[in-house]
């Protein structure tokens, strides 16, 4: 890679590094780890085609930006070389904290420390190597820099991390429900009173960029098998830290046996660093084929059942399922597996809803429309689609898995 | 999975498995492996979008091969239900001997045992297994059935597995350059003589395939800097393997260094069958993770070279290197190394051509036209691009790389 | 072509007409005619790739008909050959009746007669000429015949015309939003008494459907640019149709003035069909351009606006315009026209809604779906997003159009 | 349309009207008259999705430039801001002066008038008009500005045209192999001294190019069909010409009737552009339509069969018919038509060559490639596939074409 870097990516096309800042970021190895650590968690047993990286996801996200910024620059919004970079820098790094199989063991793996804690840690530890050449990045990632649409490209309801994933998850899985108008809704951005705001005539492609993710969630990211085999591997990493707690040897990855042995209540720190930096998802497909090996029953039967792709059976449905309905279930299973203290493993009752994955939480930081007439309003009061009700409503699933 | 699975493929939409045997393979945990193995080696550290696996492929292969059949039986040709069912396992089973990384540890980890051989051990375990349906499949698939054309589907100059690797290549890298006109030619196909014929008026499509292959080959599968990453990673291999032989203590997947362990001249037998079943992508990486902890330099600065993508610089040219420049070379990293039995490990010379890679090998197997008055002839005699001349020609490419 | 004719389609890729009657109704002058006629009317004005014909859109039409009906073949819905090629010929016949630039005219140029009313004129001599052969294709159409799935699919709330208008329409005019997964739908197409069916798990799909369709009405069809050029057109000709009352002589296309001469209440009868079929956009054109030497300076000057793209100036709102602004727009107009005679074909007010394009009207004949309990419901009982508030509701805008 | 338009493209996604200087070319009706020409004459008869026109092509070419000139500046080629205007509306203009059907009549309807000659007097005429606004910009469409590869990009062996329409036909025919990774060649061009050159990793690229090209003559634009019907076509004409010049009365289009009634030897001048600028594809068609009522049974009945596709059979081959059959079909023809002086407008010969339509040719103004050292050759000598001995040849193909 010379400095003046050009990448190829399937989904945008060429893909130019705008700095020697963000050469150097994509060429540390805290970034180049994101080249073994999929995007989509395990929905590739589900949508096989789906085992892209956040190392392209990231790459995808700095190309918008560097659109976005281009864009605005052109219809006269003030943006300095210098904030150019450091925006480019943060949405670089803001999935640098992901670990192996992104979402997917972000509470099983470090129950209390969350992946955004993590970037920090590895911003702050790349900023003191650097000498602070991120320090305007780390502002800007962190909302405090003064010009805030700066910070809702990189973390808003209409950033460019979601203007990425939706189109470039769409690719990957062969649905094309979640395809964004993206080139157009970048066009249609602007700037007011510093914060980014977009033109009325692309409500239309606002909605549909709400649906989509909307929709994306539902066919895809909680698809129930996809969760089903998410819970179990939670499952299975739950079980090893319960038999390490028990003393019990296990064969398997090192440095992910030292995260499982971590205190589970312990917040992020820098002692940290060194093991997750270490980990990607081979660490996690390697212990699992160790521990097919394990004397213990639970972690055995888990372990293979993943790399074999023989998940539970699984049920998805709008309402609650019957209390009866859910000890039947769980009655069975538990002959079937035939150990009470097991059965927890084997029989998973979870609800989903959008509230906890946030697809369209209001804050008030939602998406600002710019009327003609020089008025900005909230989306959800011009659009007649995504009225309040709309879009306030929880939107909730109820799933039942079991062996 | 229910046994009539439609699968979604972002390359070829909906793939539906045909049939209850292929249900059954695809269901193997030998084929489910293939999700772990990347479709295209090391070519992801120049192209980060071509991480699509063996499982992708082996599944778009299954699905052409359903096209073509379905369309040689609209066009006439006879093909029982049974027929039909052995050919498309037989596509199914193609690739089910890819180790890790698909053919970049082809000649490193089992000297002596090509992929080929592989797929052999485990048809035939199968077929034990499963008392004799692989049979047809089987004989199709090394050519002893008798109706030839079903061999040549599977493995022939212009099979289904190449008319879905230059697509999918192509799409996962962002190179437009291999897009083959498939649907084109498979509608072009037709059976003369129990040969695989294409007629006439495919004559530019089928050039343009030809093409778009060579293309790949030097623009892509040949890249001077993934063919330097893959020669780095043969020799980290190799240097594992002398370690082991100097009694050295090593870190990693143990199925790993039992195979690292075996004799290098010894042939495939089912005692391969076992570790060779049991690692994929993870070990590697797990593996190469582990070593840039060891005491052994050469071991641990390939290792971490690798990892973090500082990889040795590369050229490629048309003519061999001049002796005196070779020297030259080598001298300097000679001293760079220092250590003259270190040089190999980082210091590559190596001629590519296409015919190790064989993209065009004429044979006995070339492509058949079937021309418009009824004479089937090869179609370096049709075509006024690819004569005689140009498709024997052996393309050249000369490669230094060095620390 | 020969009767087994394969044609290109950037669209479906290749599309195979799959029987003899399909081969005689394209060769037919009277289906020929629609490679003369653009599918989206004026809308090539605003985005200018959108040039694509009714013909195009009947063959994409066939195509998707054909999958459907395989599709449920497969299931075992029981459909005979006859009735496969009746559906066929009664897809690629529901637009025959379609006049220069589709929709544009279809109140204008004759007032009181619909495109439905002369494809049916169309469908009985065809069926005469034919003696019989669309007897079943025409109770399809009709929906007369007892598989009323047959008739759905020519027409209804899901019909393939939709399936394809909408995937064509995007792509020929680059707006992404209207793409419909229908690959996806038309495999999750079932029949269930007779009536055609989407298993549950189609939902997202669907209701993705219904709002593409929804945008697209209001981001393409119902663009008040094209809109604007629509009226225009429109008033153009009936000045032409008011000077013919008054006996002025006119340069242009005479099987269309013989149209335009036509008594405006007289309902289609055959007297029609010669006149109606005689013409397509290039009389349209090409009387445009004949009225720029006209001696009315109405009809001139419209012709030139629309030859010239010099469109009035529109506005659109979601509210109906306050009826001050109304006359003060008019005042201003008629000072510039100078005449109030004149004064109707400059200066324009109407009243958009999605009832007049019954995008989402319920009659009785909504989307059913096939639960997985065997219950059929309304999509709207079932889907989270499309309510019944929602979907009977009228959305409305208003549009003024002035010189 | 406002001065800072963006127009949606399906090829190239949104193309910005760059300056008032291109809004003020597209918005004249001269240019707005591009919408009535269809870019690919009659290839919709073959390929029936290829309907766009010139006016989207040359839309299209404006973007490439644009894009091509960026980069350029971006690599430090300097270019001021009055050169790139220029630029722009050279390439917006270079079809300006293609009348109906594009190239199809260019040799029929006027057959001593280039295309390329009546774009000469349109831009003269325009830039009176304009006051000398367009002088740098005919100045850099001759060839005759000092800094010649802007020139080169508008009309070269690697110019926007091809790079545009290429891809334009591809997308719009359903044909994939002539798409060309235009993005990927624009970033490889660089300027030395004063020539446009592109470097030399782009070298596959090119050769795709130059065969994409090729294959787009022989599988689409020299297909034996369209021209089939396009030598029936300019036979039409000839007819009328003929019969015009026999004083025979003939309805249709009048500014068409005034072109054929022109001298067919006299050269381009200004009496050329009242005529020429008032017809497009309206005016054939509605002239075939008008004449299917004519007294002369050979003008009725080209037009006809025209408007209903009912081709004459035609015949392709490699080697030139033998003298024998080529009067044997003759005869045969002569007999069905039944006179001889008829015989020449329902019996035709022709030889395609790649000459005529100089797809390859070298002249002085080849592709030049920058080597790595910096040196600048032919890409003839750098190329393994595409030697002097091939780009050469002149292709040649014998068509046979009869009623």
New interface residues.
């Given amino acids: 890679?010379n400095k003046n870097k050009?990448?190829?990516?399937?989904?945008w096309?060429?893909i130019q590094l705008p700095s020697e800042l963000a050469y150097d970021i994509v060429?540390h190895?805290y970034f180049?780890?994101l080249?073994?650590i999929v995007q989509m968690g395990l929905s590739?047993?589900v949508?096989?085609?789906a085992?892209?990286?956040r190392?392209?996801h990231s790459?995808g996200c700095l190309h918008l930006m560097k659109e976005a910024l281009d864009m605005l620059q052109a219809k006269g919004v003030p943006i300095t070389a210098e904030e150019k970079d450091a925006a480019c820098a943060a949405i670089l790094l803001h999935d640098i904290g992901h670990g192996p199989l992104s979402h997917v063991l972000e509470h099983t793996l470090l129950p209390s420390v969350s992946h955004e804690a993590v970037s920090q840690l590895i911003m702050q530890r790349l900023n003191r190597e650097w000498n602070g050449r991120l320090d305007m990045a780390m502002a800007i990632f962190n909302g405090r820099y003064d010009k805030p649409f700066l910070h809702q490209l990189v973390s808003g309801q209409l950033d460019v991390d979601r203007l990425d994933y939706l189109n470039r998850d769409s690719?990957?899985?062969?649905?094309?429900?979640g395809?964004?108008?993206t080139?157009?809704i970048i066009?249609m951005m602007n700037v007011h009173e510093g914060q980014l705001v977009v033109e009325e005539k692309s409500i239309?492609?606002l909605?549909?960029f709400i649906?989509s993710r909307?929709?994306m969630f539902?066919?895809v990211y909680l698809h129930k098998t996809s969760v089903c085999a998410e819970l179990m591997l939670g499952h299975t990493l739950d079980r090893a830290r319960f038999l390490l707690g028990e003393n019990e040897e296990l064969a398997g990855?090192p440095?992910l046996l030292q995260l499982l042995r971590r205190p589970s209540g312990q917040a992020a720190d820098d002692t940290l660093l060194e093991p997750f930096s270490?980990i990607?998802?081979?660490?996690?497909?390697?212990s699992l084929?160790a521990w097919t090996q394990s004397r213990d029953m639970v972690l055995r039967t888990l372990s293979q059942r993943l790399?074999?792709?023989k998940l539970f059976k699984s049920e998805m449905r709008?309402v609650p399922f019957e209390k009866e309905y859910i000890e039947r279930v769980g009655a069975e299973t538990l002959e079937k597996v035939g150990n009470a203290d097991w059965l927890p493993y084997f029989f998973y009752e979870k609800s989903l809803s959008t509230k906890s994955y946030k697809y369209d939480t209001k804050e008030d930081d939602g998406i600002r429309v710019l009327l003609k007439d020089g008025q900005v309003v909230d989306l959800t009061t011009v659009s007649?689609?995504l009225d309040r009700h709309?879009v306030m409503?929880v939107?909730e699933k109820h799933l039942l898995c079991h062996a």
């Fill in positions: 890679m050009i990448v190829n990516d399937p989904v096309g060429f060429s190895p180049q780890r080249r073994r590739f047993l949508y096989p085609g085992v892209h990286t190392f392209n790459l690719f990957y899985t062969g649905v094309q429900e395809v964004v108008g080139e157009r066009k239309y492609s909605e549909k649906l909307r929709m539902w066919q990855s440095a270490a990607d998802d081979s660490d996690i497909w390697f084929k790399l074999e792709r709008n007649d689609l709309f409503k939107d």
